[in-house]
Structure formats: C-alpha cells, structure tokens
Antibody, heavy 117, light 110 residues
Framework: QLQLQESGSGLVKPSQTLSLTCAVSDGSISSGGYSWSWIRQPPGKGLEWIGFIYHSGSTYYNPSLKSRVTISVDRSKNQFSLKLSSVTAADTAVYFC?????????WGKGTTVTVSS | QSVLTQPPSASGTPGQRVTISCSGSSSNIGSNTVNWYQQLPGTAPKLLIYSNNQRPSGVPDRFSGSKSGTSASLAISGLQSEDEADYYCATWDDSLNGVVFGGGTKLTVL
C-alpha cells in the first residue's frame, strides 16, 4: 500500500519560505498517471486546498495562495515538494500531502509548521 | 467562510441513521462530483466517498453519498462510536478553478 511522509522545516520565520517534501514509498510517483496534492489545516479549523501537480507536470493552485506557491516533483527521488513564500502567522497549520487531484485517496500523516519569529 | 456550507455539528445515538448536508452552487456541486472525507481526532483525513456515491475499498456500506442539484449529503446508518469524527465535503469549483472544501461537520455519537 502506497505511503506518504511529509518532512521539512517545522518552524519558519515570518517573510521566509516554507519548504516541505513528501516522500512516496511502497510505490512509484511516476506510475499510474496520478496527480499529487498539498492540503493544510490551521489549528482548530477546517481543510484548505493548496494545490496539485498533474502527472504531466501542469500545476493548479488555490487562487488565494497562487502568487506564493510552487509544487514540484522529483521523480529521481520519488518525492514531491511544496514551497510557500513570504509566510505569515496565518500560514501556521498542519500540512498534508496526498495522492490525487479532484479527490485524494492516500494521505500522509501531516506535519506541523509554525510561523513565528 | 467556506464555499461549501455544512452544519458545524451533528449527533446521533448508536444504531441510528444520521445525515450531513453540503450546500454549494452551480459552479461547484451543481457541475461537478462530490467527495467526502472522514477525519478522526488527531489523524489525517480519509477518503470516505468519491464521485458522489462511490466507496473506496474498505469503507463500510453503512456510509453512503448522494447529490441533487447544488447539494449533497452523506448518510451514516447503524451509527457506531468509532464514527465520531469530523466530516468534510469537497468538490471542484469551475469559477475558482480549484478544489473547495466544506467547513466540516463534527459528528458526536451520544
């Protein structure tokens, strides 16, 4: 069964760039023609879609975050990544990676990112 | 304020049938399929229903989904204590050109 594991900086200073990686195991990121997504959940709040990258490499981003978000895939490392620039306290959240685009059928456990000086 | 509207809370007793609604508009639910996620406390969301009414392998048939017009519903029959969780609806929004989630419904099993 495919597994996803998020990793990256847990504490980011305001105005800096948040960088997370999602490692794919027990399966290949290149097989099946799947898309790969990022979703976040602020403390005590609901889910917010960040964006996804198609198998083709095309990306779709949340319009409210589009100017600050980059999602990319590294097929050689079997992983995909999220970069969110110019972060503020409002970007503090649990960040999840997932397989899929319109719906996500495999999720990572999530990683907490706190934005604070 | 979420694009999709869900009741913040719902409750039921063991064995009961409960439904959770999800209201949207013509640009989202009205023109795209709806998916539902279950999030148990402290865990990642889990896909519960996709394409309005399809269950992934392993999801009990106590869970069912439906859609009519610009609204969708999740029904849980034979309610069990382990169903206590947050439930989210989601779909694609043609105007926003992205995935939108409902605000979530916290289900309490009394």
């Amino acid at each position: 069964q495919l597994q996803l594991q998020e990793s990256g900086s847990g504490l980011v200073k305001p105005s800096q760039t948040l960088s997370l990686t999602c490692a794919v195991s027990d399966g290949s990121i290149s097989s099946g023609g799947y898309s790969w997504s990022w979703i976040r959940q602020p403390p005590g709040k609901g889910l917010e879609w960040i964006g996804f990258i198609y198998h083709s490499g095309s990306t779709y981003y949340n319009p409210s975050l589009k100017s600050r978000v980059t999602i990319s895939v590294d097929r050689s490392k079997n992983q995909f990544s999220l970069k969110l620039s110019s972060v503020t306290a409002a970007d503090t959240a649990v960040y999840f990676c997932a397989r899929g685009d319109y719906y996500m059928d495999v999720w990572g456990k999530g990683t907490t990112v706190t934005v604070s000086s | 304020q979420s694009v999709l509207t869900q009741p913040p809370s719902a409750s039921g007793t063991p064995g009961q049938r409960v439904t959770i609604s999800c209201s949207g508009s013509s640009s989202n639910i009205g023109s795209n399929t709806v998916n539902w996620y279950q999030q148990l406390p402290g865990t990642a969301p889990k896909l519960l229903i996709y394409s309005n009414n399809q269950r992934p392998s392993g999801v009990p048939d106590r869970f069912s989904g439906s859609k009519s017009g610009t609204s969708a519903s999740l029904a849980i029959s034979g309610l069990q204590s382990e169903d206590e969780a947050d439930y989210y609806c989601a779909t694609w929004d043609d105007s926003l050109n992205g995935v939108v989630f409902g605000g979530g419904t916290k289900l309490t099993v009394l």
